[in-house]
């Protein structure tokens, strides 16, 4: 007894993710003091060492690295459901939602989505949107990581849902405008809340800004030491107007103008070709995957497998509630192995372990966290979660021959077996209640904002267009 | 108050799956009088005509036909997460662990299996096993409706195992008695308890029992009015044993010796060719369908979507805990909605409401039981669940401009998510507590029943072949 902690989490199977396997450790233990892990091994040994103000029994269940969402767009949490089974996601479906939103729906939405990610093990919030007031405020009072990437295009409003235009008209004031907003976003989030709030600058997509901005933007993230997290390769919008704008594919435009490198967190990768992919790979750059959200709204499942093949690392994503429905990282893993196998014709294709460590190290890594998160190794962060295995849809546990908690939990789990979360050593949930926000008063405001915001919709006569009227009338929904 | 009614549920958001919608009620009622639905209307109306002996408030939550598994096997729960991500999953997977179930290990399997699917909401077991002692017993006691169906092949232990041999030879013996058993188990429990528990006639597959013997199955399935429920163009094992056996692929076959027909219910149709779902749509035999087994196991997308555009009735299944790893109907519904997505390249396939068709309706129909549920409609038998719509991963609930109850139950929903359950107007769960079964003991019981199984595994020498050995000790799991 002659180290201090302040948690001590005894008793569980342990997953450490340290190296390149799950790292299993069997009636394991994690130590914390303050926000890091201070050790991991025995319980039996740790136990012996340490005196803690807390101790958490992990007795039946699992003690994870918190899980890594690499990509996602939380305001939207308001628009889950409305949006899904249709051939045009963003014209036909989300845009009139799009355009009722405000400053302070999007904080509905984003308390929403965070507190449902929160209660299904999600520690680490890359979060995606045009910044609004309130939105790192909420990050840093929930107690979650968050890497937040302020949106930053050149168009104007409504662009996006007008498809009649062959080639975008750039609005260069709006370009400069939203650059400068996420420059001062930058001044104010980065590293604050003790390191827990980061920043990445995000260009929106290769088509959204002209190129001296997006140069621009780059030089701020060099000489900042920001890393750019952008959309590339996502679908036919970008591919027409790339082509009409520069003749060339996303990709090697990106790479014409320096962009590929370690920097760079390039999400969706939807349409890259296999060319394209070991570019990006040769260059250094990570891939976000939104597994749920693209098959979701395309029928597609990017090349992550040769992403991972070539070496590259890849992050798991939600995207958002409007194009997955789910905020959940245990149905991005599932999604993921499966879709995988699918996409190859092999069972064999990302097995469970892979996923579990793009949710974990390999997500880290992607999103330039490496070193702060995504282990549970002494020196890191200690964000940490328990899943409870007592559940029949987890029964039986087994050891030997085979152990079959990891697929259990990718194949199995619905992210409802989280029972307890950590973040940075303070712990945010505990036996599924979370102790740093209301979670009544936050759904209870997410559903009237969300009416708030249909009310709107109806308003605009434009939602007339809406492709699941059809089914409405239809008496299908 | 002129009419007496055992259940009345009311105020909530009601989904018939009537017609060929779903049926939507708003502030809807469905009043229930012994095992039968008698009423289904306004919550007004039916609150004033009916005296109830037990109301269940549904505001904020959904109220559903029970969900219907048209394809499991149960024993196979104390298997869940042992067999996964592997290229040959029976041979380097399984098959240890299938040789070592015993029937006091298949019951506790069972146990396990039902109360985890009901828990998320299933009503209607369509269980494929060798029959044991005390299979469909459980099943009365626990009180859910089970469509059983004894497995009948003309194999040797073992067979399926050794892929050295190329062509199985037939134990006629082993078929005789496996048909003689069924007829047996037929007599005892179709239409046993009230009605709930009915019988299928189950030959394995085309390729496991000779010709005469298929016959013979046939001609009592007709004298009896049984159905006929059979794994069918399942893969690369049965297509290599029909070419050398009959130089016809399974399907064709099956026409020719007059299997082809509305008492066919044929499940996974993995290989099945455009031609030959053609023929069996033609035929008038019924689909099922388990996307998450056939995703995981062999990494292919039946075609499911096809038979359905031709007109043929598709169930959906979990298959088992082995292959799937989860048994949840909620989980079928999304994986299905979103693999066929992705077979297809395009968002329209499979949309929200067609796969809770398939899911209620549809699947009644296809097992045959499309008198008795599937709908909430008078007259129809009382299985209801209710789903709790106030949950953080299924908020908001919007109504208008689109309602997005039923994309959320199908895309965003753990399952988790239901409430309670009743099953021929007996309330099996209620506010998540099971009433007719010890929940824990059975959780303790299949732990310790899955322990065992393990430990004779290896004592089995033929252990040391399973595939996931090798990930076991590169630390991956």
């Given at each position: 007894?002659?180290?201090?902690?302040?948690?001590?989490?005894?008793?569980?199977?342990?997953?450490?993710?340290?190296?390149?396997?799950?790292?299993?450790?069997?009636?394991?233990?994690v130590?914390?003091?303050?926000?890091?892990?201070?050790?991991?091994?025995?319980?039996?040994?740790?136990?012996?060492?340490?005196?803690?103000?807390?101790t958490?029994?992990?007795?039946?269940?699992?003690?994870l690295?918190?899980?890594?969402?690499?990509?996602?767009?939380?305001?939207?949490?308001?628009?889950?459901?409305?949006?899904?089974?249709?051939?045009?996601?963003?014209?036909?479906?989300?845009s009139?939602f799009?355009?009722?939103?405000t400053?302070?729906?999007?904080?509905?939405?984003?308390?929403?989505?965070?507190?449902?990610?929160?209660?299904?093990?999600?520690?680490?919030?890359?979060?995606?949107c045009?910044?609004?007031?309130?939105?790192?405020?909420?990050?840093?009072?929930?107690?979650?990581?968050?890497?937040?990437t302020?949106?930053?295009?050149?168009?104007?409003?409504?662009?996006?849902?007008?498809?009649?235009?062959?080639?975008?008209?750039?609005?260069?004031?709006?370009?400069?405008?939203?650059?400068?907003?996420?420059?001062?976003?930058?001044?104010?989030?980065?590293?604050?809340?003790?390191?827990?709030i980061?920043?990445?600058?995000?260009?929106?997509a290769?088509?959204?800004?002209?190129?001296?901005?997006?140069?621009?933007?780059?030089?701020?993230?060099?000489?900042?030491d920001?890393?750019?997290?952008?959309?590339?390769?996502?679908?036919?919008?970008?591919?027409?107007?790339?082509?009409h704008?520069?003749?060339?594919?996303?990709?090697?435009?990106?790479?014409?103008?320096?962009?590929?490198g370690?920097?760079?967190?390039?999400?969706?990768?939807?349409e890259?070709?296999?060319?394209?992919?070991?570019?990006?790979?040769?260059?250094?750059?990570?891939m976000?995957?939104?597994?749920?959200?693209?098959?979701?709204?395309?029928?597609v499942?990017?090349?992550?497998?040769?992403?991972?093949?070539?070496?590259?690392?890849?992050?798991?994503?939600?995207?958002?509630?409007?194009?997955?429905?789910?905020?959940?990282?245990?149905?991005?893993?599932?999604?993921?192995?499966?879709?995988?196998?699918?996409?190859?014709?092999?069972?064999?294709?990302?097995?469970?372990?892979?996923?579990?460590?793009?949710?974990?190290?390999?997500?880290?890594?992607?999103?330039?966290?490496?070193?702060?998160?995504?282990?549970?190794?002494?020196?890191?962060?200690?964000?940490?979660?328990?899943?409870?295995?007592?559940?029949?849809?987890?029964s039986?546990?087994?050891?030997?021959?085979?152990?079959n908690?990891?697929?259990?939990?990718v194949?199995?789990?619905?992210?409802?077996?989280?029972h307890?979360?950590?973040?940075?050593?303070?712990?945010?949930?505990?036996?599924?209640?979370?102790?740093?926000?209301?979670?009544?008063?936050?759904?209870?405001?997410?559903q009237?904002?969300?009416?708030?915001?249909?009310?709107?919709?109806?308003?605009?006569?434009?939602?007339?267009?809406?492709?699941?009227?059809?089914?409405?009338?239809?008496?299908?929904?």
């Amino acid at each position: 007894m002659s180290r201090r902690a302040d948690i001590l989490v005894l008793h569980g199977h342990v997953f450490t993710t340290a190296g390149s396997g799950v790292g299993y450790l069997e009636d394991g233990a994690v130590a914390i003091a303050g926000d890091r892990i201070v050790d991991v091994g025995q319980s039996s040994q740790l136990a012996a060492e340490y005196e803690a103000c807390k101790t958490l029994d992990a007795t039946g269940k699992a003690v994870l690295p918190g899980l890594i969402d690499s990509h996602t767009h939380s305001p939207e949490a308001l628009l889950r459901g409305v949006a899904q089974d249709v051939p045009d996601y963003m014209e036909k479906a989300m845009s009139p939602f799009v355009r009722a939103m405000t400053p302070e729906l999007a904080l509905a939405g984003t308390r929403l989505h965070v507190l449902e990610a929160l209660k299904a093990g999600t520690t680490c919030f890359t979060d995606y949107c045009p910044p609004y007031a309130g939105w790192a405020e909420f990050y840093d009072q929930v107690g979650v990581r968050a890497r937040l990437t302020p949106t930053i295009n050149a168009l104007a409003a409504d662009t996006m849902a007008d498809r009649t235009k062959i080639l975008y008209e750039f609005d260069e004031k709006a370009g400069q405008h939203a650059i400068e907003a996420a420059l001062e976003f930058a001044d104010r989030w980065h590293r604050a809340a003790d390191g827990r709030i980061t920043v990445m600058l995000g260009p929106q997509a290769p088509d959204m800004l002209p190129v001296d901005q997006l140069m621009t933007v780059m030089e701020h993230a060099q000489k900042r030491d920001l890393m750019i997290h952008m959309h590339v390769a996502q679908g036919d919008r970008e591919h027409r107007q790339m082509a009409h704008r520069y003749g060339m594919r996303s990709i090697p435009f990106l790479d014409s103008i320096g962009y590929l490198g370690e920097q760079l967190f390039a999400v969706h990768l939807t349409e890259a070709t296999s060319s394209e992919v070991e570019l990006m790979v040769s260059r250094g750059a990570s891939m976000g995957l939104c597994s749920g959200a693209i098959g979701l709204i395309d029928g597609v499942v990017p090349p992550a497998a040769e992403y991972r093949r070539l070496g590259g690392r890849v992050g798991l994503g939600t995207d958002s509630a409007s194009s997955n429905n789910s905020i959940s990282m245990f149905n991005e893993m599932k999604l993921t192995a499966l879709f995988n196998k699918i996409r190859h014709v092999d069972p064999r294709s990302m097995p469970a372990w892979e996923v579990f460590r793009m949710a974990t190290a390999e997500g880290a890594s992607a999103i330039g966290l490496a070193d702060t998160v995504g282990t549970l190794e002494a020196g890191k962060q200690a964000d940490v979660i328990l899943v409870d295995l007592a559940s029949l849809n987890l029964s039986p546990v087994l050891e030997r021959p085979i152990r079959n908690i990891v697929p259990n939990m990718v194949y199995a789990a619905t992210g409802r077996e989280v029972h307890s979360v950590i973040v940075a050593g303070r712990v945010l949930m505990e036996g599924r209640r979370i102790l740093t926000a209301d979670e009544a008063a936050i759904r209870k405001e997410a559903q009237e904002a969300a009416e708030e915001l249909c009310r709107s919709v109806l308003r605009d006569p434009r939602h007339a267009e809406l492709a699941l009227l059809e089914a409405m009338r239809a008496g299908l929904l």
